[in-house]
């Protein structure tokens, strides 16, 4: 019997199933604000905080730098991404186009499960408010969005928002920093929610762009240049009041 028929045939699979979940907290550890642009991924120390070994972690890291959201150098590791205001810009445009696409679909199909889903998120969020607990509120957010999206039920824009939510780690939560800034957030959710309860696609389309150009301008002014880069809502937008 060769050497390699002498490994466990537990291990390869056992080091595969810790990925995701390493992945995954990185991912939150950046959207927490722990981890910034520049900063240099502390492998064991990573591993020694989850129990495990390096290579899982590893792999983690390799797979984030392919979904763009660390970037590696030659005998020094992974490093979390840094990202230029124009590209942070050119996501939210883009992504805002994706949400309304997917609210305008999800309106049409979406089930009471999710509706229930979707508003109790919204309430858990009401509580995050309550105790200014903004990195709650940011993991429940994308929560959120992410739902919105899988409620759509179109296979390729499910496939594609993983890969363009995750740059939007790099930079999203500031703009939920700003005073009041949560409250507003979650008001437009539950506009949302009520436009795809009622099955009104075109509302729900509209609300959602909406939300997403708003989280832009927040962001514009985190940086202080708002004056300097229009970020004002499409001209079809402007058609839903602003009080919805």
């Given at each position: 019997?060769?050497?390699?028929?002498?490994?466990?045939?537990?291990?390869?699979?056992?080091?595969?199933?810790?990925?995701?979940?390493?992945?995954?907290?990185?991912?939150?550890?950046?959207?927490?604000?722990?981890?910034?642009?520049?900063?240099?991924?502390?492998?064991?120390?990573?591993?020694?905080?989850?129990?495990?070994?390096?290579?899982?972690?590893?792999?983690?890291?390799?797979?984030?730098?392919?979904?763009?959201?660390?970037?590696?150098?030659?005998?020094?590791?992974?490093?979390?991404?840094?990202?230029?205001?124009?590209?942070?810009?050119?996501?939210?445009?883009?992504?805002?186009?994706?949400?309304?696409?997917?609210?305008?679909?999800?309106?049409?199909?979406?089930?009471?499960?999710?509706?229930?889903?979707?508003?109790?998120?919204?309430?858990?969020?009401?509580?995050?408010?309550?105790?200014?607990?903004?990195?709650?509120?940011?993991?429940?957010?994308?929560?959120?969005?992410?739902?919105?999206?899988?409620?759509?039920?179109?296979?390729?824009?499910?496939?594609?928002?993983?890969?363009?939510?995750?740059?939007?780690?790099?930079?999203?939560?500031?703009?939920?920093?700003?005073?009041?800034?949560?409250?507003?957030?979650?008001?437009?959710?539950?506009?949302?929610?009520?436009?795809?309860?009622?099955?009104?696609?075109?509302?729900?389309?509209?609300?959602?762009?909406?939300?997403?150009?708003?989280?832009?301008?927040?962001?514009?002014?985190?940086?202080?240049?708002?004056?300097?880069?229009?970020?004002r809502p499409a001209p079809s937008l402007k058609r839903v009041?602003?009080?919805?």
């Open positions: 019997m060769s050497r390699r028929d002498d490994i466990p045939p537990t291990r390869i699979p056992r080091t595969a199933s810790f990925v995701p979940p390493i992945q995954r907290e990185i991912e939150r550890m950046i959207g927490a604000g722990e981890l910034v642009g520049g900063t240099r991924i502390n492998e064991s120390a990573l591993a020694l905080r989850l129990g495990i070994s390096r290579g899982p972690v590893r792999e983690a890291c390799r797979a984030l730098e392919q979904i763009g959201l660390l970037r590696s150098e030659l005998n020094r590791g992974f490093f979390v991404r840094e990202i230029g205001t124009k590209e942070a810009l050119d996501l939210y445009d883009i992504r805002a186009g994706l949400f309304g696409t997917a609210g305008r679909l999800a309106a049409a199909i979406i089930t009471t499960a999710q509706l229930r889903e979707m508003k109790d998120l919204i309430r858990r969020m009401d509580e995050a408010i309550e105790a200014s607990d903004l990195a709650t509120f940011y993991t429940l957010n994308n929560e959120i969005h992410r739902q919105v999206v899988v409620a759509s039920d179109n296979a390729k824009l499910i496939e594609m928002y993983p890969l363009l939510e995750a740059e939007l780690h790099l930079f999203r939560r500031r703009g939920l920093v700003l005073p009041g800034s949560m409250r507003v957030s979650n008001d437009e959710h539950k506009a949302i929610v009520e436009a795809l309860s009622n099955g009104d696609s075109t509302t729900a389309a509209r609300l959602l762009e909406r939300h997403i150009l708003a989280g832009k301008a927040r962001f514009l002014r985190t940086l202080g240049c708002s004056a300097a880069i229009d970020a009041p602003a009080d919805s």
